[in-house]
Structure formats: structure tokens, C-alpha cells
């Protein structure tokens, strides 16, 4: 079973940007996908963004053109570029696993705390 932890949330002011890391006890090169998960007070959790083995990625609409996923394979770490963020982007994000195509996303991080706020 894969860990995974999480880092790089903060507080930012509206229009700002992060970059958040995931990195996972072991090889991610095999594992189908990988995506970043947010959940807000009193919302669900959503998917945000996922990146496959082969670097196809997939956003949420909510963040279509602001948010950008990718992944290292040699660091076994995957990135959220968060920019032009706005205050509903503040949520707890966590990183998640998608072991094979027909699976759930699996392997919960930790979490790390988004606040956009002025």
C-alpha cells in the first residue's frame, strides 16, 4: 500500500499561486493515475485534477486553465500549479491514487490546507 503525503498549502490572497507536492512512499510509475482531491467545509469531496502513467491529464471545469497537474516519476511526486486562485478554491486538498483504469481512487494523503483569503 502506497503512502502518500502531502505539502506546499498555505494562505494566499485572491489571484496568488501555490504548488502543491505529493510524494508517495514508493514507484508511481506503475500506478494508472493520480489525482488531486479537495474538500471544503460542508462539500463534498471533488476531484480537481488527474494525471495518467502516460501523462494524459483531466480538470475539473472549476479549474480548467488555472490549475495544472504533473508528475515525476524519478522523484515519485506529483504536483498541483495552482495560479490565478480564487476563495472558493480554499479547501483541504489531498492526493489519491488510481491503481488500475477500472478502479476507484485509493490511498488517501493527509491532506494539505488551501485558504485564499485577503
Known amino acids: 500500500q502506497v503512502q502518500l503525503v502531502e505539502s506546499g498549502g498555505g494562505l494566499v490572497q485572491p489571484g496568488g499561486s501555490l504548488r502543491l507536492s505529493c510524494a508517495a512512499s514508493g514507484s508511481i510509475s506503475s500506478i494508472y493515475a493520480m489525482g488531486w482531491y479537495r474538500q471544503a467545509p460542508g462539500k463534498e469531496r471533488e476531484l480537481v485534477a488527474s494525471i495518467t502513467s502516460s501523462s494524459r491529464t483531466s480538470y475539473a471545469d472549476s479549474v480548467k486553465g488555472r490549475f495544472t497537474i504533473s508528475r515525476d516519476n524519478a522523484k515519485n511526486t506529483v504536483y498541483l500549479q495552482m495560479n490565478s486562485l480564487k476563495p472558493e478554491d480554499t479547501a483541504v486538498y489531498y492526493c489519491?491514487?488510481?491503481?488500475?483504469?477500472?478502479?476507484?481512487?485509493?490511498?488517501w494523503g493527509q491532506g494539505t490546507q488551501v485558504t485564499v483569503a485577503s
Open positions: 489519491s491514487t488510481q491503481p488500475g483504469p477500472w478502479d476507484p481512487f485509493m490511498y
